[in-house]
T-cell receptor, first 107, second 115 residues
Framework: AQRVTQPEKLLSVFKGAPVELKCNYS??????LFWYVQYSRQRLQLLLR??SRESIKGFTADLNKGETSFHLKKPFAQEEDSAMYYC?????????FGRGTSLIVHP | GAGVSQSPSNKVTEKGKDVELRCDPI?????LYWYRQSLGQGLEFLIY????????KSGLPSDRFSAERTGGSVSTLTIQRTQQEDSAVYLC?????????????FGPGTRLLVL
């Protein structure tokens, strides 16, 4: 069974600081990995997916197969980045979600 | 176009009562998922529908939970004899074909409180 681990329940940083939200996934030959975000009072939505190799709202995530990681990074956090972030692994019909990390960016 | 919609947005019920939660997926999406979101537990998969295939019910926590999808579109999640531990936000999501590489589109959720 797939497993996605987000070790931090809460990550608290100050505006302008770098942020890294950790995600580790279970081994899979060709993993399909996603980051979803839920802002306050909004629905859960896709932030980015690894196959797109794009930067969304300044966030990037690199797939590291050797470490089975897909950490989400942003060099300079903004207050509007405060949200709940979920890492998810696809590849099967039912995606597996991590438990989520709550990011709080203080002014 | 319209996104995934869910109703009601909030539901307060008494322990022991039955509740029905509704989900309208995006038109044309053949795959539909129900999840439960609770503090500290993250997103818990409940049930998955794909077209006319038999649903995958492997995530349902007990036989008090059931779901159906009529006409390949609207889905209803039913919780019988609700318990306080059923209190959570119930999310519905749909995707185009239900393959693991696809983006899931989520509804706003139904916040259930069992007193």
């Amino acid at each position: 069974a797939q497993r996605v681990t987000q070790p931090e329940k809460l990550l608290s940083v100050f505006k302008g600081a770098p942020v890294e939200l950790k995600c580790n996934y279970s081994y899979s030959g060709s993993p399909e990995l996603f980051w979803y975000v839920q802002y306050s009072r909004q629905r859960l939505q896709l932030l980015l997916r690894h196959i797109s190799r794009e930067s969304i709202k300044g966030f990037t995530a690199d797939l590291n197969k050797g470490e089975t990681s897909f950490h989400l990074k942003k060099p300079f956090a903004q207050e509007e980045d405060s949200a709940m972030y979920y890492c998810a692994q696809g590849g099967s019909y039912i995606p597996t979600f991590g438990r989520g990390t709550s990011l709080i960016v203080h002014p | 176009g319209a996104g995934v919609s869910q109703s009601p947005s909030n539901k307060v019920t008494e322990k022991g009562k039955d509740v029905e939660l509704r989900c309208d997926p995006i038109s044309g999406h053949t795959a539909l998922y129900w999840y439960r979101q609770s503090l500290g537990q993250g997103l818990e998969f409940l049930i998955y529908f794909q077209g006319n295939s038999a649903p995958d019910k492997s995530g349902l926590p007990s036989d008090r939970f059931s779901a159906e999808r009529t006409g390949g579109s609207v889905s209803t999640l039913t919780i019988q004899r609700t318990q306080q531990e059923d209190s959570a936000v119930y999310l519905c999501a749909s995707s185009l074909e239900g393959r693991g590489v696809e983006t899931q589109y989520f509804g706003p959720g139904t916040r259930l409180l069992v007193l």
